[in-house]
Nanobody, 125 residues
């Protein structure tokens, strides 16, 4: 599967942004899709994931209460709606996918074998 992240840009603190991860390839429904982010000088961190099949959603601490992940299997798109953005949310956001990923690994980047190019989100104060 090939992934393309989009929707990044400049937003003021307190604002919202929706990122999209578009996929191509077969059997998209069989893939867990996740968002990770990486800020300058920092390690990549888990943001959110949506499981294959029924679409169970998982959120990292950075996302809880502010971000919402969703997927449209017909369109092969995963969205990340980000609200109440803070300057600390400034980062490059990546989407990643793995087929039939075990629940124990949804937050670990090494288990995702397909990655899209990142999209930059900059939150200004």
């Amino acid at each position: 599967v090939q992934l393309q992240a989009s929707g990044g840009g400049l937003v003021q603190a307190g604002g919202s942004r929706r990122l999209s991860c578009s996929a191509s390839g077969r059997a998209f429904i069989n893939y867990t899709v996740a968002w990770f982010r990486q800020a300058p000088g920092k390690a990549r961190e888990f943001v959110s994931a949506v499981k294959y099949g029924l679409g169970t959603k998982y959120y990292g601490d950075v996302a809880k209460g502010r971000f919402t992940i969703s997927r449209d299997n017909d369109k092969k798109i995963v969205y990340l709606q980000m609200n109440s953005l803070e300057t600390e949310d400034t980062a490059v956001y990546f989407c990643a996918a793995a087929s039939f990923l075990h629940d124990d690994y949804y937050g670990t980047d090494q288990y995702y074998n397909f990655w899209g190019k990142g999209t930059q989100v900059t939150v200004s104060s």
